[in-house]
């Protein structure tokens, strides 16, 4: 019963180092997302899909890119890190735009 | 929707007290909306939804949360708080405005002492 699942959990960078968060689920759902959360900021969305080789700019999607693929994954990159981006990113699926969004267990990246 | 303000960053109370969270957001079309929790190393859990029907939602482990359109608030209560409820809590909102994408509050969190 796996859900949403991101891989890695933790991970630290160096400014101008590039990765990619990667977001599965084995829902079948058609709606995936990529938020970020910032202490007392809630979460803000950076980036969404709303089906499989789409996808769309969020509140805060400047300096990250995302690629939906395959339905089951929802990419997250950073091409050039920087300390701005230090967070905490969380993925999420779900069914329909009213419905409810299940997350993932969130990633903590760190660019020093 | 085109805000949502949790009025409270820190909720103490003691264990067995109730317990109010409040949450407002400004619209001007009809919304849905939601409570989630956050414990603590963990991602997103849903608390409860409005989607339409009775204001009154009741949702998992004993919360319960009532939409009121013309204050257009849905606050969140429990009438009596455990040790294990010690969490953030977040209100989100969606509407037709934000095409449906989830808009959230900065979090309360909710600490309960013994």
């Known amino acids: 019963n796996a859900g949403v699942t991101q891989t890695p959990k933790f991970r630290v960078l160096k400014t101008g180092q590039s990765m990619t968060l990667l977001c599965a689920q084995d829902?079948?759902?058609?709606?995936m997302y990529w938020y970020r959360q910032d202490p007392g900021m809630g979460l803000r969305l950076i980036h969404y899909?709303?089906?499989?080789?789409?996808?769309a700019k969020g509140e805060v999607p400047d300096g990250y890119n995302v690629s939906r693929l395959k339905k089951q994954n929802f990419l997250l990159g950073l091409e050039s890190a920087a300390p701005s981006q230090t967070s905490v990113y969380f993925c999420?699926?779900?069914?329909?735009?009213?419905?409810?969004?299940?997350f993932g267990d969130g990633t903590r990246l760190s660019i020093l | 929707a085109q805000s949502v303000t949790q009025l409270d960053s820190q909720v103490p109370v003691f264990e067995e007290a109730p317990v109010e969270l409040r949450c407002n957001y400004s619209?001007?079309?009809?919304?849905?909306l939601f409570w989630y929790v956050q414990y603590p190393n963990q991602g997103l859990q849903l608390l409860l939804k409005y989607l339409s029907g009775s204001t009154l939602v009741k949702g998992i482990n004993g919360f319960e949360a009532e939409f009121n359109k013309s204050q257009t608030s849905f606050h969140l209560r429990k009438p009596s708080v455990h040790i294990s409820d010690t969490a953030e809590y977040f209100c989100a909102v969606s509407d037709m405005d934000s095409s449906y994408k989830l808009i959230f509050g900065s979090g309360t969190r909710l600490l309960v002492r013994p």
């Open positions: 829902m079948n759902h058609e709606y």
């Open positions: 999420a699926s779900g069914t329909g735009s009213n419905q409810p969004q299940h």
């Open positions: 619209s001007s079309v009809s919304v849905y």
């Open positions: 899909s709303v089906g499989e080789g789409t996808t």
